[in-house]
Nanobody, 122 residues
Framework: QVQLVEAGGGSVQTGDSLRLSCRAS????????VGWFRQTPGKEREFVAA???????FYADFVQGRFTISRDDAKNTVYLQMNSLKPEDTALYYC????????????????WGRGTQVTVAS
């Protein structure tokens, strides 16, 4: 059974940093793609970043070099380091995993965590 558990969210000020974690069980993150998505009330879930099994990284345009996705194979955990946070980054952040190549469409990802809330005050 695949389980993903996100952690690391919180309430911060503009310009602060947070590191989100996604701990996986039932899959080996070094053999799967892992992605981060976010969603705000009334809006569709949107792609943030992804890491392929081979280590290639992909980012949404709005990240603009502020976020970094990485992986710790020993801990079977994927991280999203978020720097220079802005109020518009406020959202519920989800991680997801799949066997294939990372895609921006949320419908391409079959396994999801429950999310961790990030709130950035101005």
């Amino acid at each position: 059974q695949v389980q993903l558990v996100e952690a690391g969210g919180g309430s911060v000020q503009t310009g602060d940093s947070l590191r989100l974690s996604c701990r996986a069980s039932g899959v080996t993150v070094s053999s799967y793609a892992v992605g981060w998505f976010r969603q705000t009330p009334g809006k569709e879930r949107e792609f943030v970043a992804a890491l392929s099994w081979s280590g290639s990284t992909f980012y949404a345009d709005f990240v603009q070099g502020r976020f970094t996705i990485s992986r710790d194979d020993a801990k079977n955990t994927v991280y999203l380091q978020m720097n220079s946070l802005k109020p518009e980054d406020t959202a519920l952040y989800y991680c997801a995993t799949q066997e294939g190549s990372p895609r921006a469409s949320p419908s391409s990802w079959p396994y999801w965590g429950r999310g961790t809330q990030v709130t950035v005050a101005s």
